[in-house]
């Protein structure tokens, strides 16, 4: 009995379907096998298919395209009537496309031109800024930094992984390995012993003598034998030396050179008629030390550009004396205008006359030049040949003022006057020739005495006048500074009267009078003066002016007759007066001073300064009672507060203390504290606003034993004179006297408050630092009060402690120059010297201070005003006062 269940595997046995592939269900793809393509070779062809009568495929697109003749006609014959009828139809299509090509090239140039001018390409975008590069300098273009990095996004580094090789792994691992017996050798040896063949240690030093004689042998052998001029002859001397000269270049400049030449090379090629670009790179190998390099760089240079000189010339610079002579050869014949070129063709010539050959030479191609026809005539050793060539010379350069000149001053006096007329009418805007001319008429009046010579001297003013006239004229307008700058080189080259002369003519050229002044020459400065004195007599800074001159750079008779003057023009200048009486004391002539006093006296009767002046001529000369009797007199007639101070200290010099009850100093000497104290009270209430006497009252109580009081008495000075230098630095003195160091600091702390830019409560403030804080302390001085004289000599001083001396003693002069009426500066300078100067530095240090003549500062006043330094000059009272000078003042006596 059948079963009636369908078989499920009947597929089996089934054939495939035609587009089955097996496994395309589970993902699989087809592939295809030799069976599925066919074979290798071709089947036949259209034709024996047609005739075995098989039908043969036609592509239906092959009759589509008209143009494509391969699929119409690919089985005909092409014929020669085919040929014929393509050439008929080429023809057309040429006289078609001949019609319409005029007209179609327009319309394609005006839409390129449309299409440009939209979208232009990027060359023509840049054009005006590469035209532009033109302008660019030499330093801005090596200013253009590299090429680099700008994405500023960090490079992964390429890591490199190398296997390690098998020696480092055997030597890693016999580190931690320990040798447990001895060597054969060490065991023969006994131990660890070395074994030497003589036990004696090894001579380095005899090792390298034998090296350097051995060398030296062998030099000399070949400097001996060898044949000179050979390549084998060796100089021993030159060789050292040339190995001495050798300069070793590093990586980086060699990388320098390397992409400047690069540069250069690009730079010829693109333009190779611009002689800059060549020299340079002709440059860049000698410096690289490739001169035959650069001498065939400078070959091709001179080839691309003839025209250039500068070309020529590096090119004779880069070659041996006689190759250089045969390339000026040439490069005269292409700039044969060149001066330059000349010039440096007679320089190679050794010889004097093949020098003139040359220049002679070179003057017949460039007539006109003033250079040439100089140095022509610099070879020259005669003056006649040399007047001979001048002459021609101003024949062919009229207009040369150099040529003109060098003429006049080769001929004799008579017949420079003619060249100088000649040279004036040829050059009429030429001042050198009208102040030619004076010299020259001051040099013949040298040789003049008498009226004659006066009359010579006239005539170089008038020359002077007129000739500045004359340039006026033509609208030569020279400034004033160019006329004196023509004064001081005539002074310097020895003609003071043209100077003067020209002083006069142009001093007043639209200017005042203060600023003629300013100049550094004295011969110049006199005449100025001088026309100014006599334009403005009645000025009396400008006699002070000229009388300080005469007394630097003069004489006596010069500044006497200045004074004399200066008095007759004005007499009621009392600082005149004085000056010359004082002169007139310096040379020793006491009489001539009393005189010229006397005479004062008459122009100004109630003057206070020369009744003082008058009383110490006559009390510096010992003549006390005339002196008393002249202070009786100047209380009667002038009768001022200085007089009556004056009278009173000169008294008191003399001994004569009739003291009254205010008088608190006297009082104060004798013991009396009681009397003295009640009159700097009554002091202190007439004159509240007097510093002084607030010191004198604290230091009465400090010396009676009542610092206290002291302290109370500068409390209330203060109150009344507020910011008061003076005043603080007593304050702190009294707090350093008293024991109280961190008191006197705190004072000084405040003291600097309200007195900022005090040089002296500064300098104590230094000076209570501690050493190492000093020179700290001593910057901030300098910023609050640079240019205060007492900073700038604490400074000295700290170098002077540093042993600086050549620092202290630039920093001692500073501090004088600034303010040389500061007596404790000098002081402290010749102290100074005393320990670590020489005599002559210690003269210099006193001559500039009694020059100067100082008159303030605490010591210095203290000790010149001491009744027992009564009379001492101003060089005894600096011995004295920097005898008395200390390391630190915090007591500034008065």
Same mark, same amino acid.
């Given at each position: 009995?059948?079963?009636? @269940? ?20 589970? +993902?699989?793809?087809?592939?295809? %096998? !030799? ?67 005029? !007209? ?76 447990? =017996? ?28 034998? $090296?350097?004689?051995?060398? =030296? ?13 050979? =390549? ?28 400047? $030449? ?14 800059? &670009? ?11 030390? !490739? ?25 004779? !610079? ?143 003013? @008038? ?15 020279? %400034?004033?500074?160019?006329?004196? @700058?023509?004064?001081? $080189? ?29 100049? &550094? ?62 002169? @007139? ?83 104060? =000497? ?73 008191? +006197? ?48 000599? %604490? ?42 100067? %020489? ?56």
């Amino acid at each position: 009995m059948a079963s009636s @269940k369908p078989n499920k595997l009947a597929f089996l046995s089934m054939p495939a379907p035609a587009s089955y592939v097996a496994g395309l269900g589970r +993902g699989a793809s087809g592939f295809t %096998t !030799r069976s599925d393509i066919g074979p290798a070779r071709d089947g036949p062809s259209a034709e024996p298919k047609h005739v075995a009568g098989e039908e043969a495929e036609v592509d239906p697109d092959q009759f589509q395209d008209p143009d494509n003749e391969y699929g119409l006609f690919a089985g005909t014959t092409y014929e020669q009537d085919d040929e014929e009828a393509d050439k008929i139809y080429q023809q057309v299509d040429d006289a078609m496309d001949s019609r319409r090509r005029a !007209r179609r090239e327009v319309q394609e140039q005006l839409e390129l031109a449309k299409h440009r001018a939209e979208r232009p390409k990027i060359q023509q975008q840049f054009a005006d800024l590469k035209r532009g590069l033109s302008a660019v300098t030499d330093e801005e273009w090596e200013s253009i930094p590299e090429v680099g990095n700008l994405t500023r996004k960090k490079r992964r580094k390429q890591e490199r992984s190398f296997a390690v090789p098998d020696s480092v792994l055997v030597g890693d691992r016999s580190k931690a390995e320990y040798e447990n =017996s001895l060597d054969d050798r060490q065991q023969q040896s006994g131990g660890f012993e070395t074994p030497a063949e003589s036990g004696a240690l090894t001579n380095f030093v005899e090792i390298g003598q034998a $090296r350097d004689k051995i060398l =030296s042998l062998k030099l000399d052998q070949i400097s001996g034998t060898a044949t000179s001029g050979t =390549s084998t002859s060796v100089d021993p001397k030159g060789y050292l030396t040339s190995l001495n000269s050798v300069v070793l270049k590093s990586d980086a400049e060699i990388g320098d050179i390397k992409r400047a $030449r690069m540069l250069f090379d690009s730079l010829v090629k693109s333009n190779p008629k611009h002689s800059p &670009g060549w020299i340079a790179a002709a440059c860049l190998e000698e410096h690289a030390g !490739r001169m035959v390099a650069a001498r065939k760089i400078i070959k091709a240079g001179c080839e691309q550009c003839p025209k250039s000189e500068d070309v020529w010339l590096e090119a004779a !610079r880069l070659h041996n004396n006689d190759d250089a002579k045969v390339i000026l050869a040439n490069a005269v014949q292409h700039v044969g205008q060149s001066v330059k070129v000349w010039l440096a063709a007679a320089d190679l010539e050794h010889d004097v006359k093949a020098k003139k050959r040359v220049l002679r030479k070179a003057l017949e191609h460039i007539p006109n030049s003033v250079r040439l026809w100089k140095e022509t005539v610099n070879l020259e050793s005669s003056a006649a040949d040399a007047r001979v060539l001048l002459a021609r010379a101003v024949e062919v350069i009229p207009l040369s003022v150099e040529l003109w000149l060098a003429l006049a001053r080769l001929e004799t006096p008579e017949r420079a006057k003619g060249v100088l007329n000649k040279a004036r009418k040829a050059v009429r805007t030429s001042h050198e020739i009208w102040i030619a001319a004076g010299r020259l008429l001051e040099q013949q009046a040298q040789d003049k005495t008498g009226a004659e010579r006066d009359a010579e001297l006239d005539a170089v003013d @008038k020359t002077i006048v007129g000739g500045v006239r004359e340039l006026r004229k033509y609208q030569v307008l020279l %400034t004033r500074e160019q006329w004196l @700058k023509e004064a001081e $080189r005539c002074e310097t080259e020895g003609s003071p009267r043209t100077c003067e002369a020209i002083v006069k003519a142009t001093v007043g050229m639209e200017i005042e009078e203060e600023d003629r002044l300013d100049t &550094g020459m004295v011969g110049t400065a006199r005449a100025i003066l001088a026309e100014a004195l006599r334009v403005f007599p009645g000025r009396k800074s400008l006699w002070i002016r000229a009388a300080e001159l005469e007394k630097t750079h003069g004489t006596r008779e010069s500044l006497d007759a200045i004074l004399n003057r200066a008095v007759e023009h004005c007499p009621q200048a009392e600082v005149l007066w004085l000056m010359a009486a004082k002169e @007139k004391w310096l040379a020793g002539d006491v009489p001539a001073a009393r005189e010229v006093l006397e005479r004062a006296f008459g122009a100004n009767k109630e003057s206070e300064q020369i009744w003082l002046a008058a009383v110490k001529l006559e009390a510096e000369n010992n003549e006390l009672g005339v002196a008393r009797e002249l202070l009786v007199r100047a209380r009667m007639v002038a009768d001022t507060e200085r007089i009556w101070m004056k009278s009173a200290v000169f008294e008191r010099q003399q001994g004569q203390l009739r003291c009254g009850p205010r008088d608190s100093q006297i009082l104060q =000497s004798q013991g009396n504290f009681s009397a003295a104290r009640a009159a700097f009270a009554a002091g202190l209430k007439a004159c509240p606003k007097e510093a002084t006497l607030w010191i004198l009252a604290s230091r009465l109580e400090e010396a009676d034993g009542k610092s206290i009081k002291a302290r109370a008495i500068l409390e209330k000075a203060r109150l009344v004179n507020p910011a008061n230098d003076v005043l603080w630095a007593e304050a702190v003195g009294v707090e350093e006297r008293s024991g109280g160091a961190a008191q +006197g600091k705190a004072m000084l702390a405040r003291s600097l408050q309200e007195c900022p830019t005090s040089g002296l409560l500064w300098s104590m403030s230094i000076w209570a630092e501690s050493r190492p804080m000093r020179k700290a302390r001593s910057v901030d001085a300098l910023k609050k009060s640079a240019d205060n004289p007492v900073i700038i000599c %604490t400074v000295a001083r700290l170098f002077w402690a540093e042993r600086k001396i050549e620092k202290a003693r630039q920093w001692f002069g500073r501090a004088v120059a600034t303010d040389p009426d500061l007596g404790d500066s000098w002081a402290w300078w010749l102290k100074f010297e005393r320990q670590h100067g %020489t005599e002559e530095h210690r003269d210099e240090v006193r001559k500039k201070c009694v020059a100067a003549d100082p008159h303030h500062s605490l010591v210095w006043q203290s000790v010149a005003k001491d009744i027992r330094n009564t009379g001492k000059s101003t060089a005894e009272i600096l011995e004295l006062v920097a005898d008395t000078a200390h390391p630190v003042i915090f007591h500034h006596p008065l």
